[in-house]
């Protein structure tokens, strides 16, 4: 079982930063380290306008990250860190998709 390296993008890490609750925060970062282990299993992959991204849910749920994954190169990249709140401008996917130049 090989480990990845999780690397957030400077959109990614100014998500996490913009989580004002520390705890959430560490919860979050937690959860991101999961990733090292198995990235493709724990997320699920997304369709349409993402595919080739995975998502996977932190902190009680409520966060998601989207990420892609470097088999070759053993990296994650994470794109985004937000709440899922479907209809928002600020929902998480739809800010990936934003951010990935795709609609």
Known sequence: MSTFTVELN?????DLLAIDDVR???AVSAGLLRLEVEPAKRGKPLGDALADHYSIRLAGQ??????TVAVKQ????VVV??????????????????????R
């Not at 400077?10 to 100014?14: F, G, N, Q």
């Not at 409520?62 to 990420?67: E, K, L, M």
């Not at 899922?84 to 951010?99: E, P, T, V, W």
Request: no cysteine.
């Open 10 to 14: 400077r959109d990614a890490e100014t």
């Open 24 to 26: 959430t925060r560490k």
């Open 62 to 67: 409520r966060y998601r990250a989207v990420y």
């Open 74 to 77: 053993g990296v994650v990249t």
């Open 81 to 102: 860190i937000g709440i899922r709140k479907a209809g928002d401008k600020r929902d998480a996917y739809r800010l990936a998709s934003k951010r990935l130049g795709k």
